[in-house]
């Protein structure tokens, strides 16, 4: 008889623990130590051939306990609960979001190389990109969610970049905050025509908005599906990490980079994160149901100039809805909206919400509301801000868990009781 396949919002209670590790305790406890005792020299002296990469592991071997900054138990089992989301053979988690992205870029990357990235992107990413890769001698080339195949491989040629140079395409979609979607598919196809001529690269894809519920970037192909933990997948805005899901193989090359660069999590933010992943499913389904809701009562207001929701997006415009159809299963929950005027009219409501809290981070049990163009994205030049739709009119909500139309009563007294109205 076959064994009946989990889905994974099932596995999340217990996948990778055994109670009777802890005295029969049905949850894992917090392993609170920094490091662990070996039963004899010659396990230790294994244990170090396999965390330093010295030899290859026996089949059904695993990297022993040695250290908590290599690992610990509530490491191990959150990244076994976390690879079931998108079938990967491994994932690595990291103690931000940004270190995860920073270990996947320098375990990549070398001196000499390029990486090609979407545009927009997150803005602490942007910064890492343009503002410090360089000092590593690694050159960043933009382009956008509009940009074929063809015409990246056309601005590579115009700056003079080899194929074998790429390291790494890179992107983030849908982008942050835009909503802008790349195509998946057409950037696989972009690492092929690479590979042809010599490239190396590998896929990279930030699916923080979407997933891994409403999309799985490594089923759709991608070597590395990345993610800020902190977002959906903590969900309660009260820890910070990171996650990269991926082959064995380049898990395994992150892993060695996350020991040296000493930005592991603590066992305290990897019990909260395997809490997290319990509730992931119902959380993120009732924070979509709400979303749609709030885009539709927002898309026909006399206040809003503009509203960026998926769900709206892809019945005006055909290339996105031909891309979600691919490689997404829900609309999500990130909304950005413009309101009419300019910078003072966007502070006013952001300034009269009461029950949407104003403060950055995305994908927590509470609405959040946020001014990209003066806060997250802040150091952007100011023509890649308007080129991409981020302006000083643009509000970025994260909807939360609350009632439906308490959210919409809150949005309505803030433009009501603004000069939105008068603009």
Same mark, same amino acid.
């Not at 609960?81 to 931000?96: F, G, N, T, Y």
């Not at 064995?248 to 809490?275: D, V």
């Given at each position: +008889? ?9 596995? +999340? ?40 990469? %010295? ?39 990291? !103690? ?30 942007? @910064?890492?990109?343009?503002?410090? %890769?360089?000092?590593?001698? &690694? ?12 015409? &990246?491989?056309?601005? /590579? ?65 991608? !070597? ?67 979303? &749609?809701?709030?885009?539709?009562? /927002? ?15 892809? %019945? ?31 502070? !006013? ?12 981070? %995305? ?13 997250? @994205? ?32 809150? &949005? ?12």
């Amino acid at each position: +008889m076959n064994r009946h396949k989990r889905s994974p919002e099932s596995e +999340m209670m217990s996948y990778g623990y055994e109670p009777t590790w802890s005295e029969g305790a049905v949850k894992a406890p917090i392993f609170q130590t920094s490091t662990f005792v070996f039963r004899t020299a010659e396990e230790g002296k294994r244990y170090f051939e396999l965390a330093y990469g %010295l030899t290859d592991p026996h089949a059904g071997e695993s990297a022993g306990l040695i250290y908590s900054r290599l690992n610990h138990p509530n490491m191990e089992i959150l990244e076994n609960r976390l690879a079931l989301w998108e079938e990967a053979e491994a994932a690595s988690v990291h !103690d931000s979001g940004m270190a995860a992205i920073t270990t996947v870029a320098l375990t990549f990357l070398k001196p000499g190389g390029v990486i090609l990235h979407g545009h927009p992107l997150y803005g602490g990413t942007a @910064h890492l990109f343009a503002e410090v %890769l360089p000092a590593f001698n &690694i050159k960043c080339i933009s382009f956008s969610a509009q940009d074929s195949k063809d015409e &990246i491989c056309q601005k /590579l040629e115009s700056e003079g970049i080899k194929p074998e140079q790429v390291g790494m395409i890179y992107i983030e979609t849908p982008a942050n905050p835009t909503n802008a979607l790349f195509d998946i598919e057409e950037m696989l196809a972009l690492k092929k025509t690479l590979q042809k001529d010599g490239a190396d690269a590998i896929l990279a894809v930030d699916n923080t908005y979407m997933g891994p519920l409403w999309q799985q970037p490594l089923l759709l192909g991608a !070597d590395l599906s990345i993610y800020s933990a902190t977002k959906y997948l903590g969900g309660h805005s009260d820890l910070i990490a990171g996650a990269v899901l991926g082959s064995q193989e380049h898990i395994q090359a992150i892993k060695t980079y996350r020991t040296f660069l000493g930005n592991a999590p603590s066992a305290n933010t990897c019990w909260l994160l395997m809490r997290s992943l319990e509730t992931l499913k119902v959380r993120m389904e009732a924070q979509q149901k709400t979303a &749609i809701k709030v885009a539709e009562y /927002l898309k026909d207001h006399k206040a809003v100039a503009n509203v960026s929701y998926l769900g709206i997006d892809i %019945l005006k415009d055909k290339r996105k809805a031909a891309i979600f159809n691919k490689q997404m299963s829900g609309t999500g929950a990130m909304i950005s909206f413009d309101v009419h005027g300019g910078e003072k009219e966007a502070f !006013d409501v952001l300034n009269q919400f009461r029950l949407i809290k104003l403060a950055v981070s %995305l994908g927590s049990t509470e609405s959040l509301a946020q001014h990209p163009y003066t806060m997250t @994205h802040a150091a952007m030049p100011e023509q890649e801000k308007l080129a991409t739709g981020i302006k000083p009119t643009t509000i970025r909500l994260s909807v939360g868990l609350e009632n439906a139309s308490d959210l919409i009563q809150d &949005i309505e007294q803030a433009l009501m009781t603004t000069h939105v109205m008068k603009a």
